[in-house]
């Protein structure tokens, strides 16, 4: 008989830094503002699809970047949107910044799925 071996690859964790908790407020903070849409406390633009998918994009970056368990930085994400208190204009003001970030990066993450042009011949 052969000796089993388990081969574990080891991830370097590192800390979330400044921006990650920055991004996970903003997805708490574009949360908060679809819970009250499905609600019909809140108007605007509905951010409840494109949040999500929004949402997912920055999970995936923070775990890449960080090392984290997905488990983790999705509670993180919960817990930060649990824990998002009105903040009057100030909250305003971090969510049209959180709008405009979703819409840059959904918008670079459409790009990149887009097929590359048709070449064109040299005359």
Request: proline share 5%; aromatic share 4%.
């Amino acid at each position: 008989m052969f000796p089993i071996v388990f081969i574990f690859a080891t991830v370097a964790l590192s800390p979330l830094t400044e921006a990650h908790q920055r991004d996970i407020g903003c997805v708490a903070e574009i949360a908060v503002l679809a819970d009250a849409q499905k609600r019909g406390v809140e108007g605007g633009a509905d951010v409840q699809l494109s949040g999500r998918r929004w949402a997912g994009i920055v999970g995936d970056r923070i775990v890449f970047e960080s090392g984290q368990p997905r488990e983790l930085v999705a509670f993180a994400m919960q817990e930060a949107a649990k824990a998002s208190v009105t903040g009057g204009g100030q909250r305003i003001d971090r969510r049209e910044s959180c709008l405009g970030q979703m819409q840059r990066e959904l918008a670079d993450a459409d790009a990149v799925g887009q097929p590359l042009p048709k070449p064109v011949k040299a005359r």
